[in-house]
């Protein structure tokens, strides 16, 4: 009797276990604790930087999932969510444009991350909400090499933003549009830093107009068109960024392009990531962040096309140009970020009025 009693205990407390762990929240009500060996990410990354989550669950016996949508559906999700998280990090998306943005702010939870003092000053959280991890190069332009000498110019000597204002290249350079592109704003704030007298000035935008003109009506819709059209030569010059340039050049491209850092100066704008508010797995947000930018995580994100965010962690890829040999610039993030819709209506405005 007395075993038979205590068999009957243990499969009520197991009942008990399986009922309190719970299996959702299909009732609407508040949010049960969910297993503490789970991290589920949103994330607009490429593959190869999602891959650098993944390596972080396998170091850790995490399980890692990684739900990819665009930076815009992924904010939506979350401000969608925010009665009830069911994510936990917001991993890239987090640049100075969304930091900005009052409406995203009260999504995220303030968290500073361990190691983030050990980072230059001008990458460190400004808000306590988002860690930067990897560095993007805003300023990175593709030059498709046979196009580009069939022009009669020298490859060599092309080497400027002011190079783009050369009559050859009238109509044959291919440019994203700042007022809905994340690389193509990018792009704009880092003419405006170098092309003036003083960072952002008329004389920047008169430059601006300049380029506007000479791209005679070509502003495409998609970042990777830029790159990708350059590269099949459909045109001669793409105003591109760095990460998926490099990429073109670690796939054995450099016999058919060149990527050139603009002597002017080019800005590397920090890519961040966040903790969603009451995220479920808190704990393992926040060491997900953590790792992040220690130096074990920053080698991981050495790996890909992406430069790690401590200068003191060099990428593997030979293709990739060392800082030491381009004239790196830095942005005033809070003053772009504050004037980029104005900036973004006035790129429009000179745009359609070139037309």
């Known amino acids: 009797m007395k075993k038979f009693f205590k068999l009957l ?4 407390m197991t009942l008990c276990l399986v009922a309190c762990s719970g299996g959702g929240n299909e009732g609407g009500g508040e949010s049960e604790p969910a297993a503490s060996n789970d991290l589920v990410i949103y994330s607009p990354n490429s593959d190869p930087l999602i891959e650098v989550a993944y390596t972080f669950g396998e170091k850790y016996g995490i399980n890692v999932e990684v739900i990819s949508a665009g930076t815009g559906e992924c ?3 979350i401000g969608a969510e925010k009665e009830n998280p069911q994510g936990d990090v917001m991993y890239g998306g987090m640049n100075y444009a969304n930091s900005f943005n009052e409406e995203y702010v ?5 968290y500073v991350a361990a190691g983030d003092e050990k980072l230059p000053e001008a990458y460190r959280n400004f808000n306590n909400i988002t860690t930067h991890y990897c560095l993007d190069g805003s300023a990175a332009l593709l030059v498709n090499i046979e196009q580009y000498e069939k022009l009669g110019l020298n490859i060599d000597e092309f080497d400027s933003y002011e190079d783009l204002l050369q009559p050859e290249l009238k109509g044959k350079i291919a440019m994203g549009d700042p007022a809905n592109s994340s690389s193509a704003w990018a792009e704009l704030t880092n003419m405006l830093l170098v092309k003036g007298d003083e960072p952002y000035d008329e ?6 107009d300049s380029f506007i003109k000479n791209l005679d009506g070509v502003m495409l819709s998609s970042s990777s068109a830029i790159y990708k059209g ?5 045109y001669v010059v793409g105003v591109s960024y760095e990460d998926p340039c490099v990429g073109l050049l670690v796939d054995g491209g450099g016999d058919k392009v060149k990527l ?3 002597s ?3 800005v590397w704008l920090p890519a961040g990531v966040a903790i969603i508010k009451n995220a479920p797995h808190m704990e393992n947000a926040k060491k997900f962040v ?3 930018i220690s130096d074990e995580g920053q080698a991981e994100v050495a790996k890909t096309t992406a430069r790690p965010v401590n200068p003191a962690i060099s990428n593997t890829a030979k293709e990739m140009t060392p800082f030491a040999d381009i004239n790196v610039v830095y942005e005033d993030m809070a003053l772009c970020g504050s004037n980029k819709k104005a900036w973004q209506a006035r790129w429009t405005e000179m745009f359609n009025a070139a037309q």
């Open 9 to 12: 205990m243990v499969a009520l």
């Open 203 to 208: 004389k920047a935008w008169e430059w601006v």
């Open 230 to 234: 350059t590269y099949e030569g459909e």
């Open 264 to 266: 002017e100066g080019a």
């Open 260 to 262: 050139v850092y603009p």
């Open 290 to 292: 953590d790792w992040l």
């Open 75 to 77: 904010l939506e999700r």
């Open 106 to 110: 009260p999504l995220f939870e303030e």
